[in-house]
């Protein structure tokens, strides 16, 4: 049995949206290309037939792996966020010390981290840090660039 990941309601939404995608239009896509390149002939000679199903082939592998992760999600409820104290889902605004600035990080489950937009996953080290944390409290975390000391300002649930 596969384990239990979890994710925001938005990250589930993103899952079965691309699964749909998969699915139908893609699919379709690739159905296209498979009929075009056997028109050019000798299969045994012809790449455009043989890129296509391996395009096939990743497509069914994603929808596959998309399954069992729908299958296997578990929607944190953000309206039941305590932001007493950061869990994941939180939104923490923290001050890092050595930037002199603000920071605001969503904490996630690991599928849906993507630092680029501040989605951090709560198995990252400033995440983990992070966890169980209140308003107020000052971290020293080690990082893969160094350590950083982030103040934690403040612990909101995500806006809606």
């Known amino acids: 049995m596969a384990k239990k990941q979890m994710y925001t309601s938005e990250g589930l939404k993103k899952l ?50 998309l399954e069992e992760l729908i299958d296997n999600a578990e929607v944190i409820d953000e309206n039941e966020i305590d932001t007493s104290v950061v869990s994941l889902g939180s939104v923490v605004r923290v001050f890092d010390e050595e930037l002199q600035e603000e920071i605001e990080y969503s904490l996630v489950g690991s599928n849906e981290a993507n630092p680029l937009l501040s989605r951090i996953s709560d198995q990252s080290p400033v995440g983990r840090a992070l966890m169980g944390t209140r308003e107020g409290a000052v971290l020293h975390v080690e990082t893969p660039s160094g350590e950083i000391v982030l103040r934690v300002l403040e612990v909101t649930r995500p806006k809606v």
């Open 16 to 65: 079965q949206e691309e699964l749909l995608y998969l699915k139908t239009t893609r699919r379709d896509e690739i159905k296209n290309d498979i009929a075009v390149a056997r028109s050019f002939g000798d299969l045994s000679e012809n790449s455009e037939y043989d890129e296509a199903r391996n395009e096939q082939a990743k497509n069914e592998a994603r929808i596959k792996e």
